[in-house]
Every structure is written in structure tokens, then in C-alpha cells.
């Protein structure tokens, strides 16, 4: 299995056939487990919370929605590596579910933007089963709340469950929740789907490919992610290098330090002048002239 550390996590190198197959073949062992869809928000909300960092870990895949963690999987050696993007691989599992006969469960969003997604659903994939769609409240549930809606998850059937409802708290509702939902796999998906309801405008896929596309969006939504993208992009940066820089220089000395010992001889040996005298012989031959 090939992944690599980006700062708080380890993130899979992946691309959107891949993860689809890893899910599936959980649900096909009987397995439940959650994914975590990740971009630079996310590495940086664990690098400031071990807590969650730890949530992150324990997913069963992690894939690099953004294009900076593409970039830094590359940047360890994983060439395969590409970007999975929450939205796009939302309708690649409900593609698969569609054909596999599975249900799936929507959590999250509004009622409105989840009888949108479901229509536009719909159309895409006729054979596919919504099995529940819940809109919660966007407060702290209560316990009964939280029962409630576990119990209607779980009565319905749903073997893929997308949920809707913003990072971290995604994560962290899907950690709490994966024990409790047995033989589903959860999808922490953002505003997929507001996206493909067209509530929310997604970025241009030029800007997507650049990497900009959380310039956009803040163009778009300035008040709600000002804080997210000016304080924690450049912080992924310095951290980002910081990481990639510890991996490179350690491995540059070790290669010259084998290479030194390869070759038996002291490094600053090529500065001195071949056949050179010894200069404890010399001073003896000196001194033995002296005597003379």
C-alpha cells in the first residue's frame, strides 16, 4: 500500500479508480471504515489538533483532494500519485454503488440542497437506491438527536453513507459513528453537495489543476474562509518544505558519508600532493642528519 506522510498524516497515493476499489473491496469483506478527503484545510487543522490528527490516521484510505498534498506525495516518490477530489469521487462511488446494487445514505446539507443532489442523482444513475437522506441541524446535536438519526442510518440499509457536514467535524461525526454502522463505509465529502446542486459554484477545472482553486473560493465566500486560507496556507508551506528539506538532507549526508567510506579515504585526501614525504619520517631523516 503505498503512502507517505504530509505533515500530520499519512495520505494514500491514489487515483479515482483505486479508491473506488479500496471501498468497495471493504464492503465486499463486510468491512465499515470512514474516508477522509484531504487538502491543506485538513492537514493543518490536525497539525494544530493531535486529537484530530489522530482521527485522520485511523481512516481507512486517505485521499489527496488537494492538489499541494498530490504534489508532496510526488515529492516523496509516490510519481502515481493524483488528485481525488471529494465531489468527483462522490459521483465515481455512487457510479459503482448504482452498479453493484448497493444503497447508499446522504447526511448532511440542507433539505433543500439534498432533494436537489437527489434529483440530479437521479438522472445520472436511475438504478441507483437513496436509502436515507438526513439534513441535521447546524448546532451540537443532542444525544437523542444523534440516536435518532444513527438509528435511521442504520435501519435503512445504506452501505455508503456520504457525509456533509464541513471538516473537521465530518471526520470527527464519522470516527464517533463507523462503530455503530456496521458494514458501511462513510465519506466525509464538504460541499459536494451543494456542488452538484448547483447551490455553490465550483472552480474552474484550469484553476483546480494550478492548484488555486482555494483562490476562488475565497473570492467567492471571503467573510466564511478568510481565516482558513490566509492563515493556514502559508503555514502548509513553511511546513511543507520544513518536512521535505528533514527528508532530503539526512539522506544527502548519509550518501556522502557511504560514499567516503567506499572509498577509504579521508575526505580532504585529495588535497595533499601525491608522493608527498611523511612528515614524522622527514623529521627523522632531519634528525639523523643532525647527529652526523
Same mark, same amino acid.
Given at each position: 500500500?503505498? $503512502?507517505?506522510? /504530509?505533515?500530520?498524516?499519512?495520505?494514500?497515493?491514489?487515483?479515482? *479508480?483505486?479508491?473506488? +476499489?479500496?471501498?468497495?473491496? $471493504?464492503?465486499?469483506?463486510?468491512?465499515?471504515?470512514?474516508?477522509?478527503?484531504?487538502?491543506?484545510?485538513?492537514?493543518?487543522?490536525?497539525?494544530?489538533?493531535?486529537?484530530?490528527?489522530? /482521527?485522520?490516521?485511523?481512516?481507512? /484510505?486517505?485521499?489527496?483532494?488537494?492538489?499541494?498534498?498530490?504534489?508532496?506525495?510526488?515529492?516523496?516518490?509516490?510519481? +502515481?500519485?493524483?488528485?481525488?477530489? *471529494?465531489?468527483?469521487?462522490?459521483?465515481?462511488?455512487?457510479?459503482?454503488?448504482?452498479?453493484?446494487?448497493?444503497?447508499? *445514505?446522504?447526511?448532511? @446539507?440542507?433539505?433543500?440542497?439534498?432533494?436537489?443532489?437527489?434529483?440530479?442523482?437521479?438522472?445520472?444513475?436511475?438504478?441507483?437506491?437513496?436509502?436515507? &437522506?438526513?439534513?441535521?441541524?447546524?448546532?451540537?446535536?443532542?444525544?437523542?438527536?444523534?440516536?435518532?438519526?444513527?438509528?435511521?442510518?442504520?435501519?435503512?440499509?445504506?452501505?455508503?453513507?456520504?457525509?456533509?457536514?464541513?471538516?473537521?467535524?465530518?471526520?470527527?461525526?464519522? &470516527?464517533?459513528?463507523? *462503530?455503530?454502522?456496521?458494514?458501511?463505509?462513510?465519506?466525509?465529502? @464538504?460541499?459536494?453537495?451543494?456542488?452538484?446542486?448547483?447551490?455553490?459554484?465550483?472552480?474552474?477545472?484550469?484553476?483546480?489543476?494550478?492548484?488555486?482553486?482555494?483562490?476562488?473560493?475565497?473570492?467567492?465566500?471571503?467573510?466564511?474562509?478568510?481565516?482558513?486560507?490566509?492563515?493556514?496556507?502559508?503555514?502548509?508551506?513553511?511546513?511543507?518544505?520544513?518536512?521535505?528539506?528533514?527528508?532530503?538532507?539526512?539522506?544527502?549526508?548519509?550518501?556522502?558519508?557511504?560514499?567516503?567510506?567506499?572509498?577509504?579515504?579521508?575526505?580532504?585526501?585529495?588535497?595533499? /600532493?601525491?608522493?608527498?614525504? +611523511?612528515?614524522?619520517?622527514?623529521?627523522?631523516?632531519?634528525?639523523?642528519?643532525?647527529?652526523?
Amino acid at each position: 500500500m503505498s $503512502r507517505a506522510r /504530509v505533515i500530520s498524516f499519512e495520505v494514500d497515493a491514489l487515483d479515482y *479508480g483505486r479508491a473506488v +476499489d479500496r471501498v468497495l473491496n $471493504r464492503l465486499d469483506a463486510g468491512q465499515s471504515g470512514y474516508v477522509c478527503v484531504a487538502n491543506v484545510h485538513m492537514v493543518m487543522e490536525a497539525h494544530d489538533d493531535p486529537a484530530f490528527a489522530r /482521527v485522520v490516521q485511523n481512516a481507512s /484510505v486517505v485521499t489527496s483532494d488537494g492538489m499541494p498534498l498530490v504534489w508532496m506525495l510526488k515529492a516523496q516518490g509516490l510519481t +502515481d500519485a493524483e488528485r481525488v477530489y *471529494g465531489p468527483t469521487l462522490t459521483l465515481e462511488l455512487c457510479r459503482a454503488a448504482a452498479d453493484h446494487g448497493l444503497p447508499i *445514505g446522504l447526511y448532511g @446539507g440542507t433539505e433543500e440542497s439534498l432533494e436537489s443532489f437527489k434529483a440530479v442523482l437521479a438522472d445520472q444513475f436511475p438504478a441507483l437506491r437513496v436509502a436515507c &437522506a438526513i439534513s441535521p441541524p447546524f448546532r451540537p446535536l443532542t444525544p437523542e438527536e444523534d440516536a435518532e438519526y444513527t438509528q435511521r442510518l442504520r435501519a435503512s440499509g445504506a452501505r455508503i453513507i456520504f457525509v456533509g457536514i464541513g471538516c473537521p467535524r465530518q471526520e470527527k461525526w464519522m &470516527a464517533a459513528h463507523t *462503530g455503530q454502522l456496521p458494514g458501511a463505509m462513510l465519506l466525509g465529502v @464538504g460541499a459536494a453537495f451543494d456542488f452538484h446542486s448547483g447551490r455553490v459554484r465550483q472552480a474552474p477545472a484550469l484553476l483546480q489543476r494550478a492548484g488555486l482553486e482555494w483562490a476562488f473560493r475565497l473570492a467567492m465566500e471571503p467573510r466564511r474562509l478568510w481565516r482558513r486560507y490566509v492563515i493556514h496556507n502559508p503555514r502548509f508551506v513553511l511546513l511543507a518544505g520544513r518536512q521535505l528539506l528533514g527528508q532530503w538532507w539526512p539522506a544527502k549526508r548519509t550518501g556522502t558519508e557511504s560514499g567516503t567510506a567506499r572509498s577509504g579515504r579521508h575526505p580532504r585526501s585529495a588535497d595533499r /600532493v601525491p608522493n608527498a614525504p +611523511d612528515r614524522k619520517h622527514s623529521a627523522r631523516i632531519l634528525q639523523g642528519k643532525s647527529h652526523e
